[in-house]
């Protein structure tokens, strides 16, 4: 996966409260007292149990062992009283993936002037193509990339991409914000200013390829992360255009290079850079000629979403989904030990567990007013393609689905006094999560590195980027056994000595009340979106309130 490997915030979301306060009062919505039906802690630990246990070989997908591992989360959905929900009535969603491998690269000519793969720049192709050739294509600086109609800003405004290469700036113009008041959140990042966006508004804008511009501290990442991310095996969603609407090649280039460029084409890298966070940017035509050719080699397969059903009883149309990721690592480089598996006992076991004894929950209560809809997601590892592909052929119509909750690496440390909701106040749902929070007498602290798009780099992205509003949220630090000081020795031990490591192993020492903690508090913000009749949206000013608008509306 190309994400940044700092992932304590990632897994627990909120900063010890010896660093950060509890945020200041904020309105929560009215909402009914939920009464949560008694968590079948065994069965969670059952299933975690099972599904890290050596014999599953890591859950990888699309390898040997998949069919049983599908087999026991279907067995746990249909002894929890779900339904079948997937395709032909069936527990499935089949999910097709290209993987696709640079075998051969040119250097990346700009201006005469060769560059080199890796060291340089890296670059691959989301079209399943097996080559791919850019030839004296004209570069266009066009800041950071972003049109937001509803922010006003469009750094495509006036520039016909067709044929050519946009050089893009990483994040969004107001990063080196210190706090988060500005046109694009300040500090924290939204998704315009995750390098997949920028990739998705260039190919909208007819670009034929995107690079883009390298820089630590907004990236939050080093140019190792991105050589090393980007020097392997990509996995893509197949589909039967064969991607042929992407850009004809993505990549990165270091600083370095950028400035280079600039310089040979007489202009000012820093000077440019500068204009481009203000409002009105106009792109800049470079006057120099980009080049690269690259061959891929592709191999096919497929792997499963597996789905399970409450149907509602009233509006059974109307659905609130419920999502965690059954997939890992399967085999990887052996520890000290000679253990080659990657469990994934915590990443994410604990999620499917949590999702089979929240399926359990809402049947024992019975039928809600709307249907609530349960899928164990693949790859996720591999770049979230399991909702990916679920986003782009949802089973159940995206302009019928209210919301939802997801579930990843649910931590055994015991019970916090404190959550956040990463992403920050975006939608209707923050003030669901404040009154729930309310009626728990928890208490909500901010997300740590607000500044990382935490929130765009998880299954339920794939979902509130086409407009459904998804909760994620993260139990905090400070514990109720022990405070902040044992909430973040804990999470640095997982992250130090465990995370996508052979040692993330089921444990029969867990502390589960933190996991069962999570659990009711997933049920109460599930449950009132499936008993009520409420219609929850992004707020007006969010990168994602048009495309929900738009969904409506169609209907789709």
Same mark, same amino acid.
């Given at each position: 996966?190309?994400?940044?490997?700092?992932?304590?915030?990632?897994?627990?979301?909120?900063?010890?409260?010896?660093?950060?306060? $509890?945020?200041?009062?904020?309105?929560?919505?009215?909402?009914?007292?939920?009464?949560?039906?008694?968590?079948?802690?065994?069965?969670?630990?059952? &299933?975690?149990?099972?599904?890290?246990?050596?014999?599953?070989? @890591?859950?990888?997908?699309?390898?040997?062992?998949?069919?049983? !591992?599908?087999?026991?989360?279907?067995?746990?959905?249909?002894?929890?009283?779900?339904?079948?929900?997937?395709?032909?009535?069936?527990?499935?969603?089949?999910?097709?993936?290209?993987?696709?491998?640079?075998?051969?690269?040119?250097?990346?000519?700009?201006?005469?002037?060769? /560059?080199?793969?890796?060291?340089?720049? !890296?670059?691959?192709? /989301?079209?399943?193509?097996?080559? &791919?050739?850019?030839?004296?294509?004209?570069?266009?600086?066009?800041?950071?990339?972003?049109?937001?109609? +509803?922010?006003? *800003?469009?750094?495509?405004?006036?520039?016909?991409? =067709?044929?050519?290469?946009?050089?893009?700036?990483?994040?969004?113009?107001?990063? #080196?914000?210190?706090?988060?008041?500005?046109?694009?959140?300040?500090?924290?990042?939204?998704?315009?200013?995750?390098?997949?966006?920028?990739?998705?508004?260039?190919?909208?804008?007819?670009?034929?390829?995107?690079?883009?511009?390298?820089?630590?501290?907004? $990236?939050?990442?080093? *140019?190792?992360?991105?050589?090393?991310?980007?020097?392997?095996?990509?996995?893509?969603?197949?589909?039967?255009?064969?991607?042929?609407?992407?850009?004809?090649?993505?990549?990165?280039?270091?600083?370095?290079?950028?400035?280079?460029?600039?310089?040979?084409?007489?202009?000012?890298?820093?000077?440019?850079?500068?204009? #481009?966070?203000?409002?009105?940017?106009?792109?800049?035509?470079?006057?120099?000629? #980009?080049?690269?050719?690259?061959?891929?080699?592709? %191999?096919?397969?497929?792997?499963?979403?597996?789905?399970?059903?409450?149907?509602? %009883?009233?509006?059974?149309?109307?659905?609130?989904?419920?999502? $965690? =990721?059954?997939? =890992?690592?399967?085999?990887?480089?052996?520890?000290?030990?000679?253990?080659?598996?990657?469990?994934?006992?915590?990443?994410?076991?604990?999620?499917?567990?949590?999702? !089979?004894?929240?399926?359990?929950?809402?049947?024992?209560?019975?039928?809600?007013?709307?249907?609530?809809?349960?899928?164990?997601?693949?790859?996720?590892?591999?770049?979230?393609?399991?909702?990916?592909?679920?986003?782009?052929?949802?089973?159940?119509?995206?302009?019928?689905?209210?919301?939802?909750?997801?579930?990843?690496?649910?931590?055994?440390?015991?019970? $916090? %006094?404190?959550?956040?909701?990463?992403?920050?106040?975006?939608?209707?749902? &923050?003030?669901?999560?404040?009154?729930?929070?309310?009626?728990?007498?928890?208490?909500?602290?901010?997300?740590?590195?607000?500044?990382? @798009?935490?929130?765009?780099?998880?299954?339920?992205?794939?979902?509130?980027? %086409?407009?459904?509003?998804?909760?994620?949220?993260?139990?905090?630090?400070?514990?109720?056994?022990?405070?902040?000081?044992?909430?973040?020795?804990?999470? +640095?031990?997982?992250? +130090?000595?465990?995370?996508?490591?052979?040692?993330?192993?089921?444990?029969?020492?867990?502390?589960?009340?933190?996991?069962?903690?999570?659990?009711?508090?997933?049920?109460?913000?599930?449950?009132?979106? #499936?008993?009520?009749?409420?219609?929850?949206?992004?707020?007006?000013?969010?990168?994602?309130?048009?495309?929900?608008?738009?969904?409506?509306?169609?209907?789709?």
């Amino acid at each position: 996966m190309k994400y940044s490997p700092l992932l304590a915030a990632l897994l627990l979301g909120a900063a010890p409260v010896a660093q950060v306060p $509890a945020l200041a009062a904020a309105p929560a919505a009215k909402v009914p007292v939920v009464k949560v039906p008694p968590i079948d802690v065994a069965l969670m630990k059952d &299933t975690v149990k099972t599904l890290s246990a050596d014999d599953m070989e @890591g859950r990888g997908p699309s390898t040997a062992v998949e069919p049983k !591992v599908l087999d026991a989360i279907i067995a746990r959905f249909k002894a929890a009283g779900l339904k079948p929900g997937g395709e032909k009535g069936g527990w499935l969603q089949t999910v097709p993936t290209v993987e696709m491998t640079v075998a051969q690269s040119s250097p990346l000519t700009i201006g005469g002037v060769g /560059f080199v793969r890796g060291s340089d720049f !890296v670059a691959t192709s /989301f079209r399943h193509v097996p080559h &791919t050739e850019i030839k004296d294509s004209d570069l266009v600086f066009v800041g950071y990339g972003i049109n937001a109609p +509803e922010l006003g *800003w469009n750094d495509y405004a006036g520039v016909d991409m =067709h044929g050519k290469v946009a050089v893009i700036l990483i994040n969004d113009p107001d990063y #080196a914000a210190k706090d988060e008041v500005g046109l694009f959140k300040g500090r924290r990042m939204t998704y315009y200013g995750r390098w997949t966006y920028k990739y998705e508004e260039a190919a909208r804008q007819g670009a034929r390829a995107a690079l883009i511009v390298h820089d630590t501290y907004p $990236a939050a990442y080093g *140019w190792n992360v991105v050589q090393s991310s980007w020097s392997g095996s990509e996995y893509y969603v197949a589909r039967p255009d064969n991607a042929m609407d992407q850009t004809e090649a993505n990549g990165w280039i270091q600083m370095g290079v950028a400035k280079k460029v600039f310089a040979a084409a007489g202009k000012d890298f820093a000077a440019l850079s500068e204009a #481009a966070k203000q409002k009105g940017f106009k792109a800049v035509p470079l006057g120099l000629k #980009a080049s690269l050719s690259f061959d891929s080699t592709l %191999r096919r397969s497929e792997s499963h979403n597996v789905v399970g059903i409450q149907k509602g %009883r009233v509006k059974p149309d109307e659905v609130v989904l419920y999502s $965690a =990721h059954w997939d =890992h690592l399967g085999h990887c480089e052996k520890d000290a030990k000679g253990d080659g598996i990657c469990n994934g006992a915590v990443d994410n076991a604990t999620g499917v567990g949590a999702l !089979v004894a929240l399926a359990k929950a809402n049947v024992k209560a019975g039928p809600a007013r709307r249907s609530q809809v349960f899928v164990a997601l693949t790859l996720e590892e591999s770049g979230l393609l399991g909702s990916e592909f679920y986003g782009q052929n949802p089973l159940y119509p995206l302009a019928k689905t209210v919301g939802g909750v997801n579930m990843d690496a649910l931590a055994p440390i015991g019970r $916090a %006094r404190n959550y956040a909701i990463t992403g920050g106040d975006k939608s209707d749902l &923050t003030g669901i999560f404040r009154a729930v929070l309310k009626q728990e007498g928890l208490y909500e602290s901010p997300e740590d590195h607000s500044e990382r @798009g935490h929130y765009y780099r998880s299954d339920h992205f794939s979902l509130a980027k %086409r407009g459904v509003p998804m909760f994620d949220i993260a139990r905090g630090q400070d514990l109720f056994a022990g405070g902040a000081k044992a909430g973040a020795t804990a999470t +640095e031990d997982y992250v +130090e000595h465990r995370y996508h490591q052979p040692s993330d192993e089921y444990s029969d020492s867990w502390d589960w009340s933190g996991i069962t903690q999570d659990v009711k508090v997933f049920y109460k913000l599930g449950r009132i979106l #499936a008993d009520g009749s409420m219609w929850p949206n992004w707020h007006k000013s969010d990168e994602f309130r048009g495309i929900r608008d738009a969904s409506l509306k169609s209907g789709k």
